[in-house]
């Protein structure tokens, strides 16, 4: 039920080992080296990027700076207070320069200027992507958009396959992170779950069908934390509001809905009909970017959005 699709690493390793001055490759066939689609490509380029930040800085180093923070915000909690003032799903805003589907969405990319005139604009909090290669994000940029003064809680929307980069998102400034069920078993969510309620954050625990729905519901604590549909197909960019509905439908999103679980729709949503789309679908809060991003006023966007 709901199981890991993506493979966190090649089956059989690098695709060719070096060996004295010869180089040998490892069993299997070359195509089983290939990442099947951008997810994995994205997952298995972060192993080796952990593995290098690890390098330069680590664990302990970055859980003594995690400690030194200032507590985190309530993420859970303001979304729910946006939703109770406005009466509409609360806005997670998302500053993205650019992503794998669509190339550079904002070349005029300020993160500080876009953070704040969300805030301005009535998002609940903001979500800020962190991966480089694939996104041009930062960590720094969550660091700046913090130390500009922004209230509204921060996620740190990285594609998280080690303990190390929870802390790494801590140290950062963030107070929520994102958890990917199509990439991480039970075990590694709840592994993580508890390393970040540990630091007092709060779970993005994100899925996009009805088996990784069932699954994650299994969590235990999953009601203190966020859980989120992704309208996009990760692996094909597919972009359907219809996936929240149909999975607010099954029996997994009903279930959903009697205990009383915060759901976000991610992905695709670019005006208020969509907002109201899926706030009938049961979600209490929307996670957004390229709509309310490419805006030359991102503040003017996001209450129009909110209209
Ligand atoms: O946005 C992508 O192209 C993408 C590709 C591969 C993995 C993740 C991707 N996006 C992450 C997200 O889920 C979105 O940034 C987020 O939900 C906002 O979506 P949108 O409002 O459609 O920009």
């Not at 070096?18 to 951008?38: D, S, Y």
């Not at 930062?138 to 929870?166: D, H, M, W």
Request: hydrophobic share 40%.
């Amino acid at each position: 039920m709901g199981e890991v699709t993506i493979r966190r690493r090649p089956p059989h390793g690098l695709e060719t080992q070096p060996c004295g001055p010869h180089a040998f490759r490892v069993g299997g066939l070359p195509e089983e080296n290939k990442p099947q689609n951008i997810l994995e490509e994205i997952v298995w380029w972060k192993a080796r990027e952990v593995e290098v930040m690890r390098d330069k800085q680590p664990l302990a180093m970055l859980q003594a700076l995690a400690k030194k923070m200032d507590p985190p915000r309530d993420f859970r909690g303001a979304v729910l207070a946006k939703a109770n003032e406005t009466g509409r799903p609360g806005l997670i805003a998302e500053v993205k320069k650019a992503s794998p589907s669509k190339g550079v969405i904002q070349p005029d990319f300020d993160p500080v200027r876009i953070a704040q005139a969300y805030e301005r604009g009535g998002a609940a909090c903001l979500s800020v992507l962190t991966d480089a290669k694939f996104f041009q994000g930062s960590f720094q940029n969550l660091t700046r958009i913090r130390a500009a003064g922004v209230q509204c809680p921060l996620l740190c929307k990285e594609f998280i396959v080690e303990a190390y980069q929870v802390y790494k998102a801590r140290a950062s400034g963030a107070d929520a992170i994102l958890l990917i069920a199509a990439v991480l078993p039970n075990a590694d969510l709840a592994y993580f779950m508890k390393a970040a309620s540990n630091l007092g954050m709060t779970c993005l625990i994100e899925v996009h069908t009805e088996g990784e729905l069932a699954r994650v519901l299994q969590l235990p604590g999953v009601e203190n934390h966020l859980l989120g549909i992704n309208n996009r197909d990760l692996g094909t960019f597919k972009v359907d509001l219809n996936t929240t509905k149909r999975i607010m439908d099954s029996e997994w999103g009903q279930q959903v809905k009697d205990r009383g679980i915060v759901m976000v729709g991610e992905s695709g949503i670019f005006t208020p009909e969509d907002v109201a789309f899926v706030k009938q679908a049961g979600c209490g809060a929307i996670l957004v970017g390229e709509s309310i991003v490419k805006q030359g006023d991102p503040e003017a966007g996001v209450k129009a959005l909110l209209a």
